[in-house]
């Protein structure tokens, strides 16, 4: 079965993110108590190393995002889908 043929995919995508977001949900309330032991035990300098890291990953992140829309709108690979 190709999955790029039909729509199909799009259900199938939706029920990935459906469980992706609760299982998120699920990791925020759980984990919402537990605090950050480990970070509070970081010097100042270890705090200012990992924020300039924090940084750099979420500018590559970003730059993910918006080649990945770049991406989408030349391809348009669910365009068939929308007929």
């Known amino acids: 079965m190709n999955l790029f ?3 199909k995919i799009s ?11 609760l299982a998120s949900v699920y990791y925020y309330v759980r984990t919402r108590p537990i605090g950050t032991p480990f970070r509070n ?5 270890q705090l200012a190393i990992k924020e300039k ?5 979420k500018e590559i ?3 993910g995002i918006i080649g ?3 991406a989408m709108v030349i391809f348009r690979p669910f365009n068939k889908c929308a007929k």
């Open 5 to 7: 043929s039909t729509c």
């Open 11 to 21: 259900v199938v995508f939706a029920y990935l993110m459906v469980v992706y977001i």
């Open 41 to 45: 035990s970081l010097s100042k300098r």
């Open 53 to 57: 890291a924090v940084q750099q990953r």
């Open 61 to 63: 992140f970003y730059q």
């Open 68 to 70: 990945a829309i770049i």
